[in-house]
């Protein structure tokens, strides 16, 4: 923390009144299925941004990002998006997310540390956010409780931003605890913390630095036509994990999705598939089975390869290299290692989880990669790590 406030003073002329710790984030499972009402399995990690904050004498806010060399600044009057104002526009979204529901807000001075820059997919724009909305909440002494900070952001994220608000994001930036995973159900806006022990185990995150180039619009399949095939397929049991499951006959399932359109057909598909490996996950966790949680996270690789259609071969390559690493011959429904592409797709980021003693030749694969593709990976060695704090 010592930085962040010699930071904030030498560019203020005071130290902070309040600095706020928020974790980085990586989606494990389940980050493109969300909008069908479905789950989310995510991992805080110690990737921290602190947001440190004054109050100033006028109405105006003074923002500064070191890492990136950039400050921005804006009155209360002003107060608008603006593209090129990029990171400053998540702090600015808070301040209005407070003030438009009547709260009132005084001219502050912000300064964000991150060794992580924001859009490279670990969660750095989210712990803004969260990080900005809980300094903001302390220093102005608005008195709201946990419910009321996530509707100022909710509000913020989708009147502001006009984006949609990713509410397993926000959940694993406030609740992540140490190792543990945070499952967030959409359908009911709520979130589970999973244990996630095991032993002798690292989690690595790479950004490939792969450029993102989509190749479809996901929006095309979040359109009311696609909820109601679904919730044609949902099939409620209160014996299974979260109450419900989708129809597991295929034929079934076909007949249902017929009337869509082949291409979107085959993204339903993987949808459904894809609410299998997040329950099998969740079940590897709780009996501590590494190898079940393992197969749903490498299976969930494949799928959104194969069928939902957003990784690249650059990921591929290296997860592919993953699998050959320490293979348990003996088993092969019992992986020691597993891998996943995260975030957005089209590029940039995977994570791996893998035993120890094999953390070497992956990384030796990884010096392989760029040799062979071009891009200098940036590879952290994380774990779970516990959410927003005052600090």
């Known amino acids: 923390m010592n930085p962040v406030q010699d930071i904030h003073k030498l560019e203020y002329g ?3 009144a309040v600095v706020v710790e928020t974790p980085g984030r990586f989606h494990l499972i389940g980050e493109h299925s969300w909008f069908f009402k479905d789950k989310t399995l995510s991992m805080g990690v110690n990737l921290p941004v602190y947001v440190a904050v004054s109050l100033r004498s006028d109405d105006s806010f003074h923002f500064y990002f070191p890492q990136m060399k950039d400050r921005k ?3 209360m009057s002003a107060m608008k998006f603006r593209k090129e104002d990029r990171w400053a ?3 600015k979204a808070m301040i209005f997310g407070f003030t438009s529901r009547g709260y009132e807000v005084k001219g502050m001075n912000f300064t964000i540390y991150s060794d992580i820059l924001p859009s490279g997919g670990f969660g750095i724009t989210t712990a803004i956010k969260v990080g900005s909305a809980y300094a903001i909440n302390e220093i102005c002494g608005l008195k709201c409780d946990e419910n009321q900070i996530i509707q100022t952001i909710s509000r913020g994220n989708l009147k502001f931003l006009g984006s949609n608000n990713y509410l397993s994001a926000v959940l694993t930036a406030i609740h992540s605890e140490e190792n543990k995973l945070v499952l967030t159900d959409y359908s009911t806006k709520s979130y589970e913390l999973l244990p996630f022990d095991f032993p002798g185990k690292k989690i690595i995150v790479v950004d490939t630095k792969v450029p993102r ?6 929006e095309i399949i979040r359109e009311g036509e696609s909820a109601l095939l679904l919730g044609e397929l949902k099939d409620r049991k209160s014996y299974v994990r979260g109450g419900w499951t989708y129809e597991e006959n295929p034929h079934e399932v076909n007949l249902v999705l017929s009337v869509a359109p082949e291409f979107i057909h085959q993204k339903l598909n993987s949808v459904i598939m894809e609410h299998k490996f997040v329950l099998d996950a969740w079940d590897g966790l709780e009996k501590g089975s590494f190898g079940k949680f393992a197969r749903a996270v490498n299976h969930s690789h494949e799928n959104m390869r194969d069928e939902y259609d957003i990784s690249c071969p650059e990921i591929d390559w290296i997860l592919k290299r993953l699998s050959e690493i320490n293979p348990n011959n003996d088993d092969s429904r019992n992986p020691f290692n597993c891998g996943r592409i995260t975030g957005k797709g089209f590029g940039r980021c995977l994570y791996a989880i893998l035993d120890e003693i094999d ?11 760029t040799k062979i593709f071009g891009f200098k990976t940036s590879v952290y060695d994380v774990k779970p790590s516990n959410g927003v704090q005052i600090v």
Do not use: G, Q, R, T
């Not at 180039?213 to 996901?218: C, L, Q, S």
């Not at 953390?359 to 990669?369: G, S």
């Open 89 to 91: 526009n998540s702090i």
């Open 359 to 369: 953390v070497p030749a992956f990384n030796k694969k990884l010096v392989e990669f």
């Open 14 to 16: 005071e130290s902070p």
């Open 213 to 218: 180039v989509n190749i479809w619009d996901e």
């Open 73 to 75: 600044k804006i009155s």
